[in-house]
């Protein structure tokens, strides 16, 4: 099945964008209300099961978050290290004010750990492109409750995603480069818009990718490593998830001959 046109996913059935740089005024509204909803309430002790939902209770909660930093902290930064104290540290809301988060694995069966309770060690990475650098806040689980331990900043060289960052950043920026890094076919697999109970399967050309092409950040994104990193593997899978609207980007890419290729885009 050859799909010509469908709008692709750079906006949904009100017309509104689905991922940018900024949220939607209906996303924003809806993102708003959850935050306060959850900065003023107690965190479950059942949230430290899982890094995601501890995490995003610790992006909020203002008084939570200053309870699971392990004051003072350290910054390394090269070989420079500072210690920031209590006092000094200003509340940092991190993905949860743009209304998405952005995640990288290895493949499709790496995507499940974020699932395992079993993870005692996270990484959350802000990954910036103008200054090829990454923060790195280090979380580790001690006596059943996550810490935020160290903060590091690094070169996107020394990355294990470095190679795949290098062509992230093209690839979102030059539309000609994307649409040149297009596998042969590319597999599509997204919502029956006359359908709203099933999924559509088709393949995307390069003659119809711009339909489908979605709207990628291109300044900053997120990533979290769960458990310790691995060495950068030949495939990829880049994710997009909306926290108040519950919209999801898949995006499959192989390495083949040295160079990156997206074979399959999930929406």
């Known amino acids: 099945m050859l799909l010509a046109s469908c709008g692709g996913n750079k906006t949904n059935n009100t017309g509104e964008t689905l991922f940018s740089d900024t949220t939607t ?13 959850l900065k003023n309430t107690p965190m479950p002790k059942a949230a ?18 200053m309870e699971r ?11 420079k290290i500072v210690k920031i104290s209590k006092n ?8 949860t004010r743009q ?5 990288l694995f290895d493949n499709e069966r790496e995507m499940e750990v974020v699932k395992d ?9 802000k990954i910036y492109f103008n200054t090829k650098s990454i923060i790195q806040y280090v979380f580790n689980r001690q006596g059943g409750a996550w810490m935020m331990t160290a903060i590091h900043t690094v070169p996107i060289s020394t990355s294990s ?4 960052l290098e062509f992230y950043q093209r690839f979102a920026t030059d539309v000609e480069f994307q649409t040149e890094s297009l596998g042969k076919t590319v597999e599509f697999v997204g919502p029956d818009p006359d359908d709203d109970f099933n999924m559509m399967e088709g393949i995307i050309t390069r003659d119809t990718w711009e339909a489908f092409a979605p709207q990628l950040p291109v300044r900053m994104i997120y990533n979290i490593i769960y458990g310790q990193p691995r060495k950068e593997s030949t495939t990829k899978m880049f994710v997009l998830r909306g926290i108040a609207n519950g919209l999801e980007l898949e995006m499959k890419f192989r390495k083949v001959h040295g160079n990156w290729q997206l074979i399959k885009l999930t929406t």
């Not at 995603?161 to 795949?164: I, V």
């Open 25 to 37: 005024v209906n996303d924003a509204d809806s993102l708003v209300s959850l935050v306060e909803e």
């Open 161 to 164: 995603n470095a190679s795949f």
């Open 99 to 103: 209304g998405y988060y952005t995640l």
């Open 88 to 95: 000094e540290w200003k509340m940092d809301y991190f993905f």
């Open 69 to 79: 930093i392990a004051f003072p902290i350290p910054s390394k930064n090269g070989e």
């Open 117 to 125: 309770t079993a993870i005692n060690h996270a990484v959350v990475e």
């Open 48 to 65: 430290d099961e899982l890094f995601d939902d501890f995490f995003f209770n610790f992006a909020v909660n203002k008084n939570l978050q």
